[in-house]
């Protein structure tokens, strides 16, 4: 790296190889105890087919991001825990990469500085040291994810769910997901938390892949990594996942 790169090296910065119950009567005063309130639900999303085009795939990404910007991603985030990298959807030929680490979240977009050198700037949504938690969610052919539907039915009286701000192009990614991974995913978002951005990145094929999704927020992030496999044909319903699912509390 020449000598004057460090100097561009900052937080927004960074340089870039420039390739590429009823309610129960209680007698006493008269009163009627009511049951608890049933906790809010996400919306459950319709799955929309997923397109495939033929790319390489995150490592190959990964190896165009420039090495100083790794060592500030782990500097800033830990090691990772999960990552992706792809082709940037506006800068057709330069990459992006996504970290999910202990210390936080980093998400890169590719730039031209105003010198017009290549650079790569980072946002960083740090973690409340130790916040991170996760489960395991499973969905097998032989129980579909039909079986899971108490976790977004409601009465007749019960209002929808809240829309939460996300593209259709995320909904239908996110229909592809067994319903307790989208519940884990947009749960904590139900509420005056806004999601202030978000992606997705999977890839395989029909049959066989692997898929990284995140929504973040000021209080929360969310993320979500798995494989799935699906019979040819087959109703993604029927599909077989394995996702591990993170929720980190963001610092303010």
């Known amino acids: 790296m020449p000598p004057h790169a460090a100097a561009l090296m900052t937080r927004d910065n960074l340089p870039e190889h420039s390739r590429g119950r009823p309610a129960e009567q209680r007698p006493a005063g008269g009163g009627v105890e009511r049951a608890p309130a049933a906790p809010r639900m996400p919306a459950a999303h319709a799955a929309a087919p997923l397109g495939f085009v033929p790319s390489p795939d995150r490592y190959h990404w990964w190896a ?12 800033k985030v830990g090691p990772s825990i ?15 990469a996504v970290v999910f680490g202990p210390q936080g979240l980093a998400v890169t977009t590719p730039r031209v500085n105003n010198q017009g050198q290549r650079t790569q700037s980072v946002r960083i949504d740090a973690f409340v040291p130790g916040s991170i938690k996760h489960a395991v969610v499973q969905q097998q052919p032989s129980r579909p994810r039909g079986g899971l539907r108490s ?102």
């Open 151 to 252: 976790l977004v039915s409601r009465g007749r009286d019960e209002p929808s769910p809240p829309a939460l701000e996300l593209t259709q192009d995320m909904r239908g990614t996110l229909g592809n997901l067994p319903l307790e991974a989208q519940q884990r995913l947009q749960t904590p978002f139900l509420g005056s938390q806004a999601i202030k951005h978000y992606r997705y990145y999977y890839y395989g094929n029909d049959e066989d892949l692997d898929l990284w999704v995140y929504l973040a927020g000021d209080r929360t992030v969310t993320f979500a990594s798995g494989h799935r496999t699906l019979p040819t044909g087959a109703d993604p319903q029927q599909a077989s996942w394995r996702l591990t699912c993170y929720q980190a509390d963001v610092a303010r």
């Open 82 to 96: 999960e990552w992706w990298a792809d082709l940037h959807e506006r800068e057709r030929d330069r990459p992006y």
């Open 64 to 75: 165009e991001i420039h090495d100083d910007v790794k060592a500030y991603l782990e500097r």
